[in-house]
T-cell receptor, first 112, second 114 residues
């Protein structure tokens, strides 16, 4: 089992819809969870971080964490074509000095 | 000016050549990282450094070496490049004080080994 798993997509949603991105992880000791957005050929940029069970909202973005189920998700409300990108889930792990393991990413396409 | 810079941005080299990728940061962070990204595989950690005297192997260190010349500089070397090292390479930094904190990425170096 890979340490961090995501559906590779592509996930296609119409403009204005809610996009739901999912991530599961294997290290039960993980404490920090991040969602990065990466446009093609560009570097990842942080859009959300979450540390506690429950929901965290920031504008159109909501991160949801369930440590018991080892599951973290990202919801994007009112999706815009500019949200079309690859979304990377990152989870800290006690391997490699408590650094982060990244999932393979989910490619999101928002259709006008 | 960018906080994390990488040089070169693009590099084409031949099998067996030695090359160095350089990373500099002005964020004042202690932690620096080198990742490679391949299609469908996400970002994989090559090496990381928590300070100038601390160098650690990551998930995929074979075939690579690093040097932390100063707090602000972290270089990645491929001693004898091979075609399967063709990838997008990212340098990143993070703040040691804020444990589990955000990583800031450089713009990336696209490396092609022929």
């Amino acid at each position: 089992q890979k340490e961090v798993e995501q559906n590779s997509g592509p996930l296609s949603v119409p403009e204005g819809a809610i996009a739901s991105l999912n991530c599961t992880y294997s290290d039960r000791g993980s404490q920090s969870f991040f969602w990065y957005r990466q446009y093609s050929g560009k570097s990842p940029e942080l859009i959300m971080s979450i540390y506690s069970n429950g929901d965290k909202e920031d504008g159109r973005f909501t991160a949801q964490l369930n440590k018991a189920s080892q599951y973290v998700s990202l919801l994007i409300r009112d999706s815009q074509p500019s949200d079309s990108a690859t979304y990377l889930c990152a989870v800290n792990t006690y391997n490699y000095g408590q650094n982060f393991v990244f999932g393979p990413g989910t490619r999101l396409s928002v259709l006008p | 000016d960018a906080d994390v810079t990488q040089t070169p941005r693009n590099r084409i080299t031949k099998t067996g050549k030695r090359i160095m990728l350089e990373c500099s940061q002005t964020k004042g962070h202690d932690r620096m990282y080198w990742y490679r990204q391949d299609p469908g595989l996400g970002l994989r950690l090559i090496y990381y450094s928590f300070d100038v005297k601390d160098i650690n192997k990551g998930e995929i260190s074979d075939g690579y070496s690093v040097s932390r010349q100063a707090q602000a500089k972290f270089s990645l070397s491929l001693e004898s490049a091979i075609p399967n090292q063709t990838a997008l390479y990212f340098c990143a930094t993070s703040d040691l004080v804020v444990a589990g904190g955000e990583q800031f990425f450089g713009p990336g170096t696209r490396l092609t080994v022929l």
